[in-house]
């Protein structure tokens, strides 16, 4: 198949490339004629909804992005932190959603692949990955085949590039049945003195294409992803790209040897809408025009149109402005590694984007105007109907023990074993916490006592019922889980997936996260790095959950005192920090409300920022301290779940006496934000316990001692005492009995 | 006494493993290139694990027949110890210079866990600082470690006490026969295994079970 040059501009092809009339009338107003078929195809590249930001940008301004520990901000590849000792932390998260549906395997593997790319063309040598994946009901007829495609997808990228994957979510929900969600996050170490960029500068200079052919794969990929979904989705496989983990690793090695002979001037990877995007990006960047020809571009098939060539989402390919004089230094490199090298182009003055193939000019146009004047809307949104608050009361009353079980054993809380051992989690060698606990632990190479942790959270039930409490609930847990470790949260990475918004009940939900979103942020000092917005995962009209995903990265100073999950000891105190006088109140919107009684109902909890912030940074000193022997934040499922996995993750035991004349659904399994569980190595009848309480009570922060670590059993309150053994066989059962294997 | 690392494209635990050797040893190992002809005068010779080539044709075959693995093999003749670990193991099994086979695991999907290793054999220059028998903790990570060798061979390595880790405990992670998990030729100076002992050396790894291994073929005393 051959995409000529020179189709006629219709109606229908404008149409057929996502671009509306009045962005068609804005195109031939920059071009001042009408566009070539290959210029068309750079500006639907450019335009839509995937690149452009052009539905969220005004929203996107308003999160905060600055701070003390900020190297770079969004805009880049990545987000830049600064960790100290002249090391940082270069990370984001990106989705892949709409081709992990069509082909879930390659779907999922070029997700982490884009993301990886991201990351090491800032300089950055990756070491921590995450993914956070949304499924449909399990009942679903695709779901299984889904969960299997992209958990295979995601290994089969990560462990053959050899990047340990730390942490991550799997969720299930029947609003993820038609658009499944797969958010892969990445996390490089860099020195502060060797980050790069994608800003070209100098004019005269070779633009060179490095790594693998161009193919035909992906071409219109970006564009695919900024449409809804209907039943014909299947028709869209061949925009979906093919990984190639393998030349990635080379890829890698040589940017890394390149960057590090002084070569690079600027960089950019090829992602989305490929040699247009980083050409494009390059350029406006450094005020520059660039020219390039694309009969040098290294190709893998015959006869590829300029189209398609612009086009392409091939993977693992780089573009670079290097410095003249080392050119024959860099090509030797990528030789060794067995890479493509070729000089396509040059920066020139005159801030066009002239493309050549075949001595004819197949694009000519103004390249700031391309990236500085795709349209922004301010789509009309509908503040968002609260639901009623639900009347706990009145729920039929269920033993507690039971419950737990079943939530244990269910598909929201159940054992995710199942997917991160086929991820390898130990590569490298610096993992000191892997997936099961609150957040993922890497050491950082090359120095004694730190560590970074990672986690990526968002609870999109709550979103969906207050998209604001959920925004900021999404941002909190977050910031929860890298402090239960003991880690300092510096900053966050968003994936913002959502419905059409050019519907205003859609729109209205992201508005309102993204508000919750960059309060909590303000608030808790964690501020945005990098990030991704993912529209139109709608399908037929249906919408997901809206799932405004954080990935968060904590440093912790010294990791030989990190805080896990695991009871540590025998007869340690228990101690709620955070809690409200009855433990726990907020049933709405639980995972026992929906798993024990089927009820999606109720308001989403709330989350008191300035709480939240005191108890954190509380938690955080006490571990700090040495006291601490055990922590876990508590999240889905309340207080019971959270008990079960720190008996569970240590197979010691421990009874909680349960308090009287509250109710114990609410107090076990309710939902309350800012709590934590810890234990604690001093004597309760102690001059330290008072002098903690005392401390306490002057922060404002209750802190009931609510039970003692020991047995082989959890005992909670009135209910029957539960082995542990029969909390593991619940909890570990379900996913693989779920798959079959 | 040194020891090299042979580089491969698609290798990717080489910096742990170089890591390992260099906390152990209190020496960086020299590196070999996947082009190089010549190996340096070294005591020990280890074969990482990772994806050479991508394991896009069966795992490691495309790395057995690089210039490097060539001067492996002579350097192995010659009575040098080599180790390959994971990657490395199927890549001297492709080179013919340990017996049988590595398949895909029967769960047919890649495993990443902590397993039971025993060490089937501590008489050998490999084990030598483990007790005969002795039960040690070790990671793996592999898509293809089913270890297989037809029944005459398999009669020969066991009888020869060429089986030196076995999987124990019921950890068996991917189908291998007999359990086993790490053999050596048999003029014993070749070793390969598919858990990743160089991932379980010190106290930021949760335990240091795989130390021996190497302090036994570097020669450092228990």
């Known amino acids: 198949m051959t995409i000529s040059n020179t189709r006629q501009i219709t109606p229908e092809l404008i149409a057929s ?32 909804e995937h690149c452009s930001y052009k539905s969220s940008k005004k929203w996107l301004r308003t999160l905060p992005t600055k701070g003390d520990v900020v190297i770079q901000g969004p805009g880049e590849n990545a987000g830049v932190v600064d960790i100290g000792d002249g090391d940082c932390v270069v990370f984001k998260m990106e989705s892949h959603n709409h081709p992990s549906y069509i082909e879930p395997y390659q779907g999922a593997a070029t997700g982490v692949g884009g993301i990886l790319r991201d990351v090491f063309t800032m300089g950055a040598r990756p070491v921590a990955a995450m993914n956070a994946l949304r499924f449909g009901a399990p009942d679903h007829p695709k779901t ?44 490089g170490l860099a020195k502060t003195d060797g980050i790069f960029l994608s800003q070209a500068k100098g004019v005269g200079l070779p633009v060179v294409y490095l790594g693998a052919k161009t193919g035909r794969d992906g071409v219109g990929g970006a564009t695919m992803a900024s449409a809804e979904f209907d039943d ?67 190709v893998r098939e015959e006869r590829m149109s300029a189209y398609e060539m612009m086009l392409s989402e091939s993977q693992e390919r780089m573009l670079m402005v290097l410095r003249p004089e080392k050119e024959a230094e860099a090509e030797a490199i990528f030789t060794k590694w067995g890479l493509d090298f070729a000089i396509v182009g040059k920066t020139t003055d005159d801030l066009r984007f002239r493309v050549l193939h075949q001595g004819e000019e197949v694009a000519n146009l103004p390249i700031k105007e391309l990236g500085d004047e795709a349209p922004e809307y301010d789509r009309p949104w509908v503040e968002p109907k609260k639901p009623a608050p639900i009347d706990a009361s009145a729920l039929p009353k269920v033993d507690v023990a039971d419950a737990l079980i079943t939530l244990l054993g269910g598909p929201d809380l159940s054992s995710r074993r199942w997917v991160w051992e086929q991820y390898d989690t130990m590569i490298q060698g610096n993992s ?20 970074l942790a ?70 808790l000092d964690f501020p945005i ?135 114990p659904a609410a107090v076990f399994f309710g939902e309350d934000q800012g709590r934590y569980l810890l234990t604690l190595s001093i004597d309760p009848q102690g001059a330290e316990w008072e002098q903690l309480s005392a401390q306490q009570k002057k922060l404002g922060i209750f802190a009931p001692w609510i039970g003692t ?13 539960i082995s542990i053994e029969e909390l593991t066989t619940a909890h570990e059962s379900w996913f693989p009995n779920f798959m079959g294997t | 006494m040194k020891s090299a690392v042979v580089l491969l494209p698609g290798l990717n635990r080489d910096r742990d493993m170089i890591a390992a050797l260099t906390k152990i040893s209190g020496k960086a190992p020299v590196t070999v290139w996947e082009t190089d002809t010549e190996i340096p005068d070294v005591d020990l ?114 009888g020869n006490g060429q089986v030196v880790f076995r999987y124990a405990e019921g950890t068996n992670p991917n189908g291998s026969i007999n359990d086993i998990a790490g053999i050596v030729s048999d003029k014993g100076n070749v070793l390969g295994l598919m858990p990743h002992p160089e991932n379980l050396i010190e106290a930021a790894h949760g335990g240091s079970d795989g130390r021996a291994l190497f302090e036994s073929a570097l020669g450092i005393a228990a």
Not at chain 1, 242 to 269: N, R, Y
Not at chain 1, 432 to 451: F, I, M, Y
Not at chain 1, 582 to 606: C, D, K, M
Not at chain 2, 123 to 148: K, L, S
């Open chain 1, 17 to 48: 490339h996502g671009l509306k009339p009045d962005e068609y009338q804005r195109i031939l107003g920059l071009v001042g004629r009408e566009p070539t078929f290959t210029e068309l195809g750079i500006f639907s590249a450019m335009w839509n």
């Open chain 1, 144 to 187: 299984k085949h889904l969960v299997a495609g992209v958990v295979s997808g995601v290994g089969g990228y990560g462990n053959s590039f050899g990047v340990p994957t730390v942490g991550g979510e799997v969720n299930f929900d029947p609003r993820y049945n038609g658009n499944i969600l797969v958010n892969a996050f990445a996390a």
């Open chain 1, 232 to 298: 014909k989705i299947d028709e869209k496989r061949p925009t979906v790209q093919v990984g190639d983990p393998f030349t990635e690793k080379c890829l890698l090695e040589a940017c890394l040897e390149l960057m590090a002979s002084g070569a690079v001037i600027a960089i950019q990877d090829m992602g989305a809408a490929g040699l247009t995007c980083s050409a494009v990006e390059m350029g406006a960047k450094g005020d520059l025009g660039i020219e390039l020809d694309l009969d040098k571009v290294p």
């Open chain 1, 432 to 451: 000191l916490q892997r997936p099961g606990g609150d957040a993922g632990v890497v050491r950082v190479e090359g120095h004694a006592t730190k560590g």
């Open chain 1, 454 to 523: 990672f986690s990526s959270d968002v609870t999109p039930r709550y979103c969906e019922a207050d998209p604001y409490e959920g925004g900021k609930q999404a941002v909190a847990e977050c910031w929860r889980n890298l402090t239960a470790t003991g880690a300092l949260p510096l900053a966050a990475t968003d994936n913002l997936n959502f419905g059409n918004p050019e519907r205003p009940e859609i729109m209205g939900q992201f508005v309102k996260a993204i508000e919750g979103i960059g309060e909590a942020c303000r608030a």
């Open chain 1, 529 to 663: 790095v990098s990030g991704n917005v993912s529209l139109y995962n709608e399908t037929n009209g249906q919408g997901i959950l809206p799932t405004p995903t954080i990935g968060g990265v904590g440093l912790l100073a010294d990791w030989s005192k990190m805080a896990r999950i695991g009871f540590a000891a025998e007869n340690e105190i228990i101690v709620l920090v955070g809690a409200p006088p009855s433990w726990g109140t907020h049933l709405g919107q639980s995972i026992f409300l929906r798993n024990v009684h089927g009820r999606a109902e109720g308001g989403a909890p709330p989350v008191d920022l300035a709480h939240e912030k005191r108890v954190g940074d509380h938690v955080r000193s006490l571990i700090a301290s040495g006291i601490v022997t055990a922590c876990h934040d508590l999240s889905d499922g309340g207080l019971a779940v959270a008990l079960a996995e720190m008996a569970m993750a240590s197979g010691i035991g421990a009874t909680i006496p349960g308090l009287i004349e509250a109710d």
């Open chain 1, 709 to 721: 670590t020991g047995g082989r059993e959890l005992k909670l309150g009135e209910a029957r005492a």
């Open chain 2, 45 to 158: 010779i280890v074969i990482p694990g990772g994806f050479s080539y991508g394991d896009y044709l069966r795992c490691g075959a495309i790395a057995a027949r690089m210039p490097a693995l060539r001067a492996v093999a002579e350097k192995a003749a010659k009575g040098v110890m080599v180790i390959g670990v994971c990657n490395g193991f199927q890549i001297l099994v492709e080179s013919g210079l340990l017996p049988g086979a590595l398949m895909r695991n029967t769960s047919l999907k890649f495993v990443c866990r902590e397993v039971k290793l025993q060490v089937a054999n501590a008489n050998t220059t490999f084990t030598r600082n483990y007790q005969p028998g002795q039960i040690i903790r070790c990671p793996v990570a592999h898509h293809d470690g089913n270890y297989f060798a037809d029944a005459e061979t398999l009669a020969r390595i066991e």
